[in-house]
């Protein structure tokens, strides 16, 4: 169960109304049962069900190393329809630390705050699902040229997918970063389906992405995302 941070306190949980529901209705907890909690920033707990069901005890806290030891962040046009769905609970099964979705020249989705909502939803869930102490942060959507800016990428190795060229493969490009480095971050760009503009390519070739392969065929917006951090987590867990 993730909870909100301010929902536990000196030893006890606090739950709301829907969390009680979960618990008691969905899951069928009674008081005493066990369950495991989360504040999605790096604490797990064994928690006791209490009699009146609307809080609980903490009995121990867990140690769950289960984080990538860099932290990726994966900035990917939004494809239309409900694609990104998959993506965001995918990308968070995958280790993600960040997501930023992105406007670009050829985004076809404008998504509501409904669906924003509900992404940050699919984080919660997929990390619970694959038992990660992090939710990764999943920001509102931003021009692609700003997104070249943002502070909380600068230090980071940056690279963009581009499905056409003779750019190198991202694998290689990682392992030889991973020989000559450590580093803390890195960030993958994915473009929309009807991919980069080449103005864009240059501007973030201007702002130190390396252009990168996936390979010869040209995959789906939702599939880039999920190869290109498939590679990354291999390459930083072995
Ligand atoms: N017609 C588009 C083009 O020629 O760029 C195809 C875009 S592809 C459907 C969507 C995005 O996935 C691309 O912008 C790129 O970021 C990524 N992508 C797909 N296949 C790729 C590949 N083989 N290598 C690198 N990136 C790829």
Redesign the pocket.
């Known amino acids: 169960l993730v909870i909100a941070p301010q929902q536990h306190k000196q030893g006890k949980i606090f739950l709301t109304s829907s969390q009680q529901h979960y618990l008691s209705r969905v899951l069928r907890l009674k008081a005493g049962d066990r369950f495991i909690a989360m504040d999605g920033q790096g604490s797990w707990w064994v928690s006791e069900l209490e009699a009146s069901l609307t809080q609980a005890k903490i009995l121990e806290s867990l140690c769950v190393q289960t984080e990538l030891p860099v932290t990726v962040t994966l900035m990917a ?1 939004l494809p239309k329809g409900n694609g990104f769905d998959d993506v965001v609970y995918q990308a968070t099964e995958l280790g993600v630390a960040c997501i930023i979705p992105l406007k670009s020249d050829r985004t076809l989705l404008n998504p509501s705050p409904q669906k924003l909502e509900r992404w940050r939803r699919l984080t919660q869930e997929a990390a619970e699902q694959c038992e990660r102490p992090f939710v990764p942060t999943l920001l509102d959507p931003i021009d692609f040229t700003a997104s070249l800016q943002l502070p909380e990428t600068s230090n980071a190795s940056r690279y ?5 060229g003779d750019a190198p493969h991202l694998l290689s490009c990682l392992l030889e970063q991973k020989l000559a480095s450590s580093p803390s971050s890195v960030v993958i ?8 503009t080449p103005v864009e390519v240059e501007q973030a070739t201007g702002a130190r992405f390396q252009p ?10 939702v599939t ?1 995302p999920i190869l290109a951090l498939s590679l990354a987590s291999s390459v930083w867990e072995t």
Do not use: F
């Open positions: 046009a963009i997918c581009v499905a056409r760009a994915i473009g929309p389906e009807g991919g980069w990168v392969s996936l390979g010869r065929r040209i995959l789906r917006a880039a």
